[in-house]
């Protein structure tokens, strides 16, 4: 069936990179997405790509795919105390109305 | 845009009564989707609605809950009676097609 899986979570100094990795099960997936969600908010979209891209780069992330082994990451380079929060993965569903399968999300603490 | 718009932010009930959640989609948006997060569960999809119509219900826990959409700008979920194990974050969310989602800032529902 549909499943997203995360680790979750992950712990690094301000300064460092953050890899966040996800994979899915879904090999015709759209699009494929990154949310954050910080304390007492919704989640926010953060960033996507197609799945024919291999890699997308947007300032700080980079989103990398492969989609042989339904592997997605995002890549946060200069991580900043700013950026902890709850990192959520997720996969477009064929043949559906916008429906989307999120992971159960990953927790960054960046410690200052 | 204002954004999705959810009511009440915060919502405290006693055990049997009647909730009503509500939103406001993105204004164009033809989905809708009612979430519901828990530290135990993480996001679960509960109902979905494309152009008004519900889609997908499956997530829905069982017939104490309920959602409608009665145009594009509002839907609700309602919880008849309440109970304790439904206290969470429900999130309602927004799409066009099958872009990204819109979330709204959520409903902490707390059931005494």
């Known amino acids: 069936g549909e499943d997203v899986e995360q680790s979750l979570f992950l712990s690094v100094r301000e300064g460092d990179s953050s890899v966040i990795n996800c994979t899915y099960t879904?090999?015709?997936?759209?699009?494929l997405y990154w949310y954050k969600q910080e304390p007492g908010a919704g989640l926010q979209l953060l960033t996507y790509?197609?799945?024919?891209?291999d890699m997308k780069q947007d300032q700080r992330l980079t989103v990398l795919l492969n989609k042989k082994d339904k592997h997605l990451s995002l890549r946060i380079a200069d991580t900043q105390t700013g950026d902890s929060a709850i990192y959520f993965c997720a996969e477009s569903i064929r043949g559906n109305t916008g429906k989307l399968i999120f992971g159960q999300g990953t927790t960054l603490q960046v410690k200052p | 845009d204002a954004g999705v718009i959810q009511s009440p932010r915060h919502e405290v009930t006693e055990m049997g009564q009647e909730v009503t959640l509500r939103c406001k989609p993105i204004?164009?948006?033809?989905?809708l989707f009612w979430y519901r997060q828990t530290m135990m569960r993480g996001l679960e999809l509960l109902i979905y609605?494309?152009?008004?119509?519900?889609?997908?219900d499956s997530g829905m826990p069982e017939d104490r809950f309920s959602a409608k959409m009665p145009n594009a700008s509002f839907s609700t979920l309602k919880i008849q009676p309440s109970e304790p194990r439904d206290s969470a974050v429900y999130f309602c969310a927004s799409s066009l097609g099958g872009g990204g989602y819109t979330f709204g800032s959520g409903t902490r529902l707390t059931v005494v």
């Open positions: 879904d090999s015709s997936s759209t699009y």
């Open positions: 204004s164009g948006h033809n989905s």
């Open positions: 790509i197609f799945s024919n891209m």
């Open positions: 609605f494309n152009n008004n119509v519900p889609i997908d």
